[in-house]
């Protein structure tokens, strides 16, 4: 049983990480999810506080996901209609990988921001926001859920 539970732990981890990229998959939960099933093998490789400081880890680290691009927009001066402009240019991008994910926002962001008739320059300044936010956020996901396939590999060696 200890075999499955590591080759299903396995699985959620890769698929944390790349959930970490692909906003269709919520990378740090899966990752959190691979690291629960691995409590439950014999060689019991982590503690209970271990796996609930990740869990709270998780929640931060999502919850950041969704402020960061919005904070990276506002602190560059754009609108709401630039952060509308961001999530949607994220979810078209999904139809376009993988530089879908990266332009997407982008170019919604700046589309968004023409629409309120406020310029050209401060639309690219509100869509370098919404950028610089986005990279953040999956910055931040990719360390959490790449140290979570650390302590995975770690326990099995």
Known sequence: MDYVLYALSAILILAGIAGCILPILPGPLLGLAGLFLLYFTSAHPFSITFIVIYAVLTIVVTLLD????????????????????????????????????????????????????????????????????????????????????????????
């Open 66 to 157: 969704y402020i960061i691009p919005i904070y990276g927009t506002r602190r560059f001066h754009g609108s709401k209609y630039g952060i509308w402009g961001s999530t949607i240019g994220l979810l078209a991008g999904m139809f376009f990988p993988p530089f879908g994910f990266i332009v997407g926002p982008l170019l919604g962001a700046y589309l968004g921001e023409l629409l309120t008739g406020r310029g050209w320059k401060v639309a690219l300044k509100s869509a370098t926001g919404s950028f610089v936010g986005f990279l953040t956020g999956t910055g931040i996901k990719l360390i959490l859920t790449i140290s979570m396939g650390y302590y995975y590999i770690k326990s099995i060696i």
